[in-house]
């Protein structure tokens, strides 16, 4: 899954928090809140739980761009 750069920005933003310190509460690299931010690299679960966890008014679709449905 990618994650919707722009609302996870927002949320880094919101919450006063850096990149790396959002890393470190989630108990991810920085570099892989990096990657995934830039669309270099998917959300996991750890992430996207990680998220959810300190963002419990997100969801998981509000926080990922999903896939379209095959027809």
């Known amino acids: 899954m990618r994650l919707k750069t722009e609302t996870?920005?927002?949320?880094?933003d919101e919450s006063n928090?850096?990149?790396?310190?959002?890393?470190?509460?989630?108990g991810i690299s920085k570099g892989y809140l990096s990657n995934s931010l830039s669309g270099r690299?998917?959300?996991?679960?750890?992430?996207?739980?990680?998220?959810?966890?300190?963002f419990p008014e997100e969801s998981v679709a509000s926080l990922t761009i999903?896939?379209?449905?095959?027809?």
């Open 17 to 26: 928090l850096s990149q790396n310190q959002l890393a470190e509460k989630i």
């Open 8 to 12: 996870v920005k927002r949320l880094i």
């Open 66 to 71: 999903g896939r379209k449905a095959a027809a």
């Open 41 to 54: 690299r998917g959300a996991g679960r750890k992430l996207l739980s990680g998220l959810l966890r300190l």
